[in-house]
């Protein structure tokens, strides 16, 4: 079946450092693939999305390509944020009935 | 503005007892999920909806019933036969069952057992 794979962390990052967080998946034919963001006590809130390969998904300064060669959507953010601070889910659909897909998710932790 | 209500925000239950947590939305969308979030854990998928007066059981359905009357409610019942509720439980909707659009999730319920 279709999985997701991200790096669980906590990350733990100082502001204005480079954001890398990993996301690798596995699925049949071509998924779309997500990112969500979880802030303390709250829902998921959609960051990004892209639906087919190369595609680059971008919102609020972050940025993930979706890379079929490599089974990839890794998030990126050149400068972070205390505000950042949150957990990110890595996600994709392969079209079954049961919706998504999740990661088990990374918090991200930013130090001011 | 539309989206996803949850309610209520925080609730208790005593050993034994069923509770149920509410969820409407008023997006139009026809597939609702919920979703159960352990610390550590991720989200872990309960029941879905991809129609009215239709569910499925997702990986953890033990313990819990739906119930899908109206496209726009997605009652949870947690029974006692569900052994560990206490969690942070999410429900989502999306426009089509796959999702190839995105999820629109709701705040969450907290049920703590006392």
């Known amino acids: 079946g279709d999985s997701v794979t991200q790096m669980e962390g906590p990350v733990t990052l100082s502001e204005e450092a480079f954001l890398t967080i990993n996301c690798t998946y596995t699925?049949?034919?071509?998924?779309?693939l997500f990112w969500y963001v979880q802030y303390p006590g709250e829902g998921l809130q959609l960051l990004l999305k892209?639906?087919?390969?190369?595609d680059k998904g971008s919102n609020k300064g972050f940025e993930a390509t979706y890379r079929k060669e490599t089974t990839s959507f890794h998030l990126e953010k050149g400068s972070v944020q205390v505000s950042d601070s949150a957990v990110y889910f890595c996600?994709?659909?392969?079209?079954?009935?049961?919706?998504?897909?999740f990661g088990k998710g990374t918090h991200l932790i930013i130090q001011p | 503005d539309g989206g996803i209500t949850q309610s209520p925000k925080y609730l208790f239950r005593k050993e034994g007892q069923n509770v149920t947590l509410s969820c409407e939305q008023n997006?139009?969308?026809?597939?609702m999920y919920w979703y159960r979030q352990d610390p550590g854990q991720g989200l872990r998928l309960i029941y879905y909806?991809?129609?009215?007066?239709?569910?499925q059981k997702g990986d953890i359905a033990e313990g819990y019933s739906v119930s899908r009357e109206k496209k726009e409610s997605f009652p949870l019942t947690v029974t006692s036969a569900q052994k560990n509720p206490t969690a942070f439980y999410l429900c989502?909707?999306?426009?089509?069952?796959?999702?190839?659009?995105?999820?629109?999730f709701g705040s969450g319920t907290r049920l703590t057992v006392v």
């Open positions: 989502a909707s999306s426009i089509g069952g796959q999702g190839y659009y995105g999820y629109t």
């Open positions: 699925a049949t034919g071509y998924p779309s």
């Open positions: 892209a639906t087919k390969a190369d």
């Open positions: 996600a994709l659909t392969g079209g079954g009935a049961d919706g998504l897909t």
């Open positions: 997006l139009n969308h026809d597939a």
């Open positions: 909806s991809q129609i009215v007066n239709d569910f």
